[in-house]
Each structure stands twice: as structure tokens, then as C-alpha cells.
């Protein structure tokens, strides 16, 4: 009954949150060395960072697609937002959080990701 | 077929998604799901005593109560 | 205190300790209302008997955790939503939910044209959403119905399958899974119809 995975990648890390991150969140263990604060401020963090991103970037689109913009604009937007996802994705490595773990539940909203 | 840490976690994931944010809606007089927020908590909280249950029976602390 | 596990419209009594509590046309499936933390192992049993139901009966999930004050209560609270209840019903007999997700693989951050100029960024934007679309409406050729949670370059949606449909589903992922080597494709399954519990309005 709990054998679920009907079809998937060898590697399903991908789809499953870090575990060692996770429990410390839950118990509210409060881990005062230096290192574990950071990372659990990071986490909290780039979660937002992300949402903002991703908000912006679907506006951005938007704009794009209403046929208002110049060649210049689009170009200048499109590497704006390359620049922030590349920029993400090394912050990410940093504290070393998957796209996963900053897979935040919005209640109603469903998930960020 | 024996299901691996891996399975186990993400079929957790898909299951509190649904138990927690599916269903049928009906309001009780107690509900474990109190507030959105606590949603998240339960489910991060489900989560990680899967794993315990699978490799760390020992080295986990004790949860208190849900609610 | 009981708590709710699922609705029916059949009501053959369910195996003890659950009770079938009648309530018009629907049966309430109760239990005895569970004490004590919530772990995965509580999510697990609580699944384990609304999936036992499912195997004899047409059900509709209840969320977890509904706890009433008693049978009188529970009946109370689901004749009150016959109409929609029945709908649903309906629309999920015979069948099961499968949850599929699908995101891009993550190439190495270094591999070459990964980062190109603005207009290459948005291009290949709008190409991994184009992809995730077509998978979504791949998908949904093999189901009954479907329900989106999320989507742009990640999907996360939930397929109402028939149950002699769901091996075929399966295989279907995995097709998808090989035609599009740039994405993670996860099925998982079967589940009882929990995204197609709340169907609003009758039809």
C-alpha cells in the first residue's frame, strides 16, 4: 500500500526535501552555532526571494507578450532575469537547499513550485 | 516490493498533499488542520518521523503533540 | 469525538471499529477519533483505512483530521451537502487519482549555452513551459478528468484515472518520461480521488 511510485528517475532526489534541513525546522530545535541559524535564515529567506522572482518574472513575460516592448527592452529584461536565476541557483548551492526546499505551501494557494 | 528511503519520502510528499489540502472539506468541531501555517508544519513534521521510522529510530527527539 | 474518514453512497457497514452512519441518501465512514501526535506513520494508518473502504465501496475522501462531536453531528453536516456530495460521487466511481510531477532536470550550472544572451533566456523559458503543457495535455488524454495545482515550468497535477486505466497511465508517464529527456517526470499512485472530492456545483 505505501509502494506509490508508479513511474519515475532513478534519481528522485528532485522530488523529495532535504531531510537533515527539514528536521531541525520541525522540532524548533533552536541550533544557536553560527552555522545552522545562517542556513535556517537562508532558507526562510530565499523562499521569498524565489516567490518575488518568480512573480516578477511571470509580469515580465506578460509584458513581453503585449507587444509593447522593444527589441532593447526585451533583451535588457530577458538578461535582468537571467542574471537573478543564475544569482538563485549559486545561493542556493551556497547553503545547500534544493529547488525543493524552497517549495513553500501557501495554504489556499496551493504550492510556490 | 520493499520500497526504498527515497519512495518512502516522496510518496510522503504526495500523500500529506492530499490528506492535508484534499478531501472533502467538512467543517469539525476540532480539526487537526487548525490554521494554514500549521498545515505546513505537520506536513515537514509527517516527513521527517517517516524517516525516523525507516533509519533513525533513536536518534530523533520526542514531538510533542500536533496541536 | 469520531472522526470522519470518508462519504459514500453505498451503506454495507464498513469492519470494526469504523461505523457506516446513515445520513439520506450517503453514509458517513466514522471511527473513533484518534489521539495523540501527528506523524507519518498516523498520516499512513489514516490512509491505509481510507484506502481499505475504497477497495469495497465508492468513497469520497474526508480531510484529514475532521473530528465531530458525534454520529449526530456528522450526519448533520453531510445531508447538508447532499447535492454536491452526490456529483461527486459520481463523477469519481470506478476510478483512482494519480499524482504526476514534472520539472526540468537540473543541467550543470556550467554546461555550455546554458546562459546566452536576455532573448535566449526568455526563449528557452517559454519552451520549458511549452513542454510542461504538452505533457499536462498528454496526460490528460489517458484520464478521466484532471486537476492542475501548478504550472509553468513545474507541474504538479492530479489525474482522475479509471482503475483498470492505471497500468496504461503508468505506462503512458514513462513515454512521456523518454520523449522528454530534459524534464523529471514522477507518477505516483494510486490514491483515492482526494483533488476530485470538493467537484463544486452539480452539473
Known sequence: MRDKVLAGPLELDPFAPDRERLENTLTRRVNADPESVERGLAQLVLTI???????????????IDGGTLSEEQIERLGRTFMELDRRMEELREEFGLTEEDLNLDLGPLGRLL | MTTTIAEQEVALVDLVDRLLGGGVVIAGDITLSVADVDLVYVGLRALVSSVATAEEKNALPAMGSAL | ????????????????????????????????????????????????????????????????????????????????????????????RGAVELAVRAQPREPSRDAPGRWGTGRDYIAAKRRRTAEIRMVRESLATAARDSVVQTE?????????????????????????????PGLDVLCTGPWPPYSFAEAGEPA
Open chain 1, 49 to 63: 526571494v524565489e516567490l518575488l522572482r518568480q512573480l516578477m518574472e511571470r509580469q515580465a513575460l506578460r509584458r
Open chain 3, 1 to 92: 469525538m469520531i472522526e470522519l474518514y470518508a462519504i459514500s453512497d453505498d451503506p454495507a457497514p464498513p469492519d470494526p471499529p469504523l461505523r457506516a452512519v446513515p445520513c439520506g441518501r450517503l453514509t458517513a465512514l466514522c471511527g473513533p477519533a484518534s489521539e495523540g501526535a501527528v506523524t507519518a506513520e498516523t498520516l499512513w494508518r489514516h490512509e491505509e483505512i481510507v484506502e481499505g473502504l475504497m477497495e469495497t465501496r465508492n468513497v469520497l475522501p474526508v480531510r484529514f483530521g475532521t473530528v465531530l462531536e458525534d454520529e449526530r453531528a456528522a450526519a448533520r453536516a453531510v445531508s447538508g451537502r447532499d447535492a454536491q456530495l452526490t456529483a461527486s460521487l459520481d463523477r469519481v
Open chain 3, 152 to 180: 509553468s515550468e513545474h507541474l504538479r497535477a492530479a489525474y482522475l484515472v479509471d482503475r483498470d486505466a492505471v497500468d496504461d497511465f503508468a505506462r503512458l508517464v514513462r513515454r512521456v518520461q523518454r520523449a522528454h
